[in-house]
């Protein structure tokens, strides 16, 4: 398995930005699928974004597309998500996910690894 360390989280208004990164232990990453989760309270872990191994490849929810960027620097073994135009409604713990393999899913149960999570806060 690929061991996740995600950072970046933190408390921002309405309308501001954040990015998140996710540092992946291992080799090979470029053939790793990478994509983030985020939970909200009382709710079902929900798809974000993924993007595929060499990075040619994204997919997003609706509610997020326009407004946030997956991308990676496979140099670096690391995936980011930008976020702009941050709402309220983004706050959630939000987790990065890799599945080793080819191939880009939105399922949760198609990530083989996840990381433990980082806090964003929306304040309106």
């Known amino acids: 398995q690929v061991q996740l360390i995600e950072s970046g989280g933190g408390l921002v208004q309405a309308g501001g930005s954040l990015r998140l990164s996710c540092a992946a232990s291992?080799?090979?990453?470029?053939?790793?699928?990478m994509g983030w989760f985020r939970r909200t309270q009382g709710k079902e872990r929900e798809f974000v974004a993924a993007?595929?191994?060499?990075?040619?490849?994204?997919s997003y929810v609706g509610s997020v597309k326009g407004r946030f960027t997956i991308s990676r620097d496979n140099a670096k073994n690391t995936v980011y998500l930008q976020m702009n135009s941050l709402k309220s409604e983004d706050t959630a713990v939000y987790y990065c996910?890799?599945?080793?393999?080819?191939?880009?899913?939105?399922?949760?149960?198609?990530?083989?690894?996840w990381g433990q999570g980082t806090q964003v806060t929306v304040s309106s």
């Open positions: 996910a890799a599945h080793q393999g080819p191939g880009i899913q939105t399922t949760e149960n198609y990530f083989d690894s």
């Open positions: 291992g080799r090979a990453f470029s053939s790793v699928v």
């Open positions: 993007i595929s191994g060499p990075g040619g490849i994204t």
